[in-house]
Protein backbone atom coordinates (compact mmCIF):
# COMPACT_ATOMS: atom_id res chain seq x y z
CA UNK A 1 0.00 0.00 0.00
CA UNK A 2 1.47 3.04 -0.88
CA UNK A 3 1.61 5.97 1.98
CA UNK A 4 -1.36 8.74 1.59
CA UNK A 5 0.55 11.79 0.23
CA UNK A 6 2.25 9.94 -2.31
CA UNK A 7 -1.26 10.55 -4.48
CA UNK A 8 -0.96 14.37 -4.07
CA UNK A 9 0.55 16.94 -6.12
CA UNK A 10 3.95 18.69 -4.99
CA UNK A 11 1.63 21.66 -4.86
CA UNK A 12 -0.83 19.87 -2.72
CA UNK A 13 2.09 19.05 -0.24
CA UNK A 14 3.64 22.16 -0.41
CA UNK A 15 1.48 24.07 2.50
CA UNK A 16 1.81 21.36 4.71
CA UNK A 17 5.46 21.71 4.65
CA UNK A 18 5.46 25.14 4.82
CA UNK A 19 2.99 25.31 7.86
CA UNK A 20 5.23 22.50 9.59
CA UNK A 21 8.36 24.85 8.84
CA UNK A 22 6.52 28.38 10.13
CA UNK A 23 5.47 26.28 13.18
CA UNK A 24 8.92 24.98 14.10
CA UNK A 25 10.34 28.07 13.71
CA UNK A 26 7.80 29.83 15.69
CA UNK A 27 8.34 26.93 18.33
CA UNK A 28 12.05 27.41 18.71
CA UNK A 29 11.48 31.45 18.44
CA UNK A 30 9.71 30.86 22.12
CA UNK A 31 11.59 28.49 23.35
CA UNK A 32 14.10 30.97 22.86
CA UNK A 33 12.89 34.34 24.09
CA UNK A 34 11.30 32.50 27.33
CA UNK A 35 14.94 30.98 28.15
CA UNK A 36 16.44 34.64 27.66
CA UNK A 37 13.54 36.60 29.97
CA UNK A 38 14.14 34.44 32.56
CA UNK A 39 17.97 35.65 32.86
CA UNK A 40 18.92 37.31 36.01
CA UNK A 41 21.64 38.64 33.89
CA UNK A 42 19.49 40.41 31.60
CA UNK A 43 20.03 44.23 31.78
CA UNK A 44 18.17 46.60 33.82
CA UNK A 45 17.38 49.62 32.13
CA UNK A 46 16.11 51.41 35.20
CA UNK A 47 18.86 51.07 37.70
CA UNK A 48 18.94 54.25 39.10
CA UNK A 49 15.45 54.94 39.45
CA UNK A 50 15.46 51.47 41.40
CA UNK A 51 18.63 52.05 43.53
CA UNK A 52 16.58 55.19 44.82
CA UNK A 53 13.13 53.60 44.94
CA UNK A 54 13.80 50.17 46.34
CA UNK A 55 18.07 50.28 47.41
CA UNK A 56 18.32 53.24 49.04
CA UNK A 57 14.72 53.86 50.20
CA UNK A 58 13.55 53.48 54.15
CA UNK A 59 10.11 52.00 52.57
CA UNK A 60 12.19 48.82 51.40
CA UNK A 61 15.24 48.89 53.39
CA UNK A 62 13.63 49.14 56.92
CA UNK A 63 9.86 50.13 57.07
CA UNK A 64 8.34 46.95 59.10
CA UNK A 65 4.75 47.49 58.35
CA UNK A 66 2.22 45.58 55.87
CA UNK A 67 1.73 48.56 53.54
CA UNK A 68 5.82 48.61 52.70
CA UNK A 69 6.38 45.12 51.98
CA UNK A 70 3.53 45.29 49.02
CA UNK A 71 4.71 48.25 48.04
CA UNK A 72 8.33 47.40 47.55
CA UNK A 73 7.10 44.45 45.89
CA UNK A 74 5.15 46.18 43.87
CA UNK A 75 7.59 48.26 42.79
CA UNK A 76 10.00 45.10 42.26
CA UNK A 77 7.47 43.84 39.65
CA UNK A 78 7.95 47.32 37.65
CA UNK A 79 11.44 46.51 37.92
CA UNK A 80 11.91 43.11 37.08
CA UNK A 81 15.31 42.89 35.83
CA UNK A 82 16.87 45.14 38.77
CA UNK A 83 18.16 43.64 41.75
CA UNK A 84 20.07 46.00 44.27
CA UNK A 85 23.88 45.59 44.75
CA UNK A 86 24.09 45.00 48.18
CA UNK A 87 21.93 41.68 47.86
CA UNK A 88 23.86 38.70 47.80
CA UNK A 89 24.09 37.12 44.47
CA UNK A 90 21.71 33.82 44.79
CA UNK A 91 18.72 36.90 45.62
CA UNK A 92 17.38 38.25 42.36
CA UNK A 93 14.05 40.17 43.75
CA UNK A 94 13.11 41.99 46.90
CA UNK A 95 11.01 38.89 47.77
CA UNK A 96 13.90 36.41 47.37
CA UNK A 97 15.38 37.31 50.22
CA UNK A 98 15.49 38.65 54.00
CA UNK A 99 13.35 41.85 54.15
CA UNK A 100 12.10 43.80 57.16
CA UNK A 101 8.52 42.39 57.53
CA UNK A 102 9.70 39.01 56.35
CA UNK A 103 6.70 36.64 57.96
CA UNK A 104 4.83 39.55 59.55
CA UNK A 105 1.03 39.38 58.79
CA UNK A 106 -0.13 42.88 59.13
CA UNK A 107 0.28 46.10 60.78
CA UNK A 108 -1.00 46.10 64.37
CA UNK A 109 -2.23 42.95 66.88
CA UNK A 110 -0.41 39.97 67.55
CA UNK A 111 0.33 38.43 64.11
CA UNK A 112 2.30 42.02 63.98
CA UNK A 113 4.90 40.59 65.40
CA UNK A 114 6.43 37.90 63.38
CA UNK A 115 6.49 34.15 64.17
CA UNK A 116 7.80 32.94 67.65
CA UNK A 117 9.32 29.70 68.01
CA UNK A 118 7.29 27.26 70.56
CA UNK A 119 8.81 26.84 74.39
Known sequence: SAHPLASLTAAAR???ALA???FGAALVSLVLVGAHAGEPDAPCETQAVFDVRM???????ECQLD?????CQELQEKHP???CMGWPAERTSY??????????YG????????????P
Open 14 to 16: FPR
Open 20 to 22: MKI
Open 55 to 61: CESFMCT
Open 67 to 71: WCMKA
Open 81 to 83: TCR
Open 95 to 104: SGGEFEGKGK
Open 107 to 118: DVGDYSKGTAAA
